[in-house]
């Protein structure tokens, strides 16, 4: 079921707090910016940013919603952008997985999810 991401300011800070995530406080403001009005199943951070020991990176954002994948990952990566000039990819699948490859993707990376 798709929804609105309620409370993600406060997630994430929790997230990045006790070490799940790589972020900071411009990072954070700027997803929660960035996701407002987003419905969605759910939305994960995956890759180099949920890994403490590792430095850098860019952040990679999944987005599981049946609106258009074009449309509402150049939106978000659009309004990300507006608050923070940090490289955001914007992988935007439907909740089901979508078709073999999509499942296998999901399958093989690391994720924290946000809502």
Request: glycine share 6%; proline share 5%; net charge negative.
């Amino acid at each position: 079921m798709e929804r609105p991401i309620p409370h993600l300011r406060q997630r994430l800070s929790d997230l990045q707090r006790c070490g799940r995530v790589r972020l900071d406080r411009e990072e954070i403001d700027a997803l929660a910016y960035a996701l407002d009005g987003v419905s969605a199943a759910g939305v994960a951070l995956f890759g180099s940013r949920t890994q403490a020991e590792r430095r850098g990176g860019d952040i990679d954002l999944l987005v599981l919603t049946e609106a258009p994948a074009f449309e509402t990952s150049r939106r978000v990566a659009t309004r990300f952008f507006e608050r923070c000039e940090e490289k955001i990819d914007v992988v935007v699948l439907p909740p089901d997985g979508g078709v073999p490859e999509q499942r296998a993707f999901l399958a093989s990376i690391n994720r924290v999810d946000l809502a």
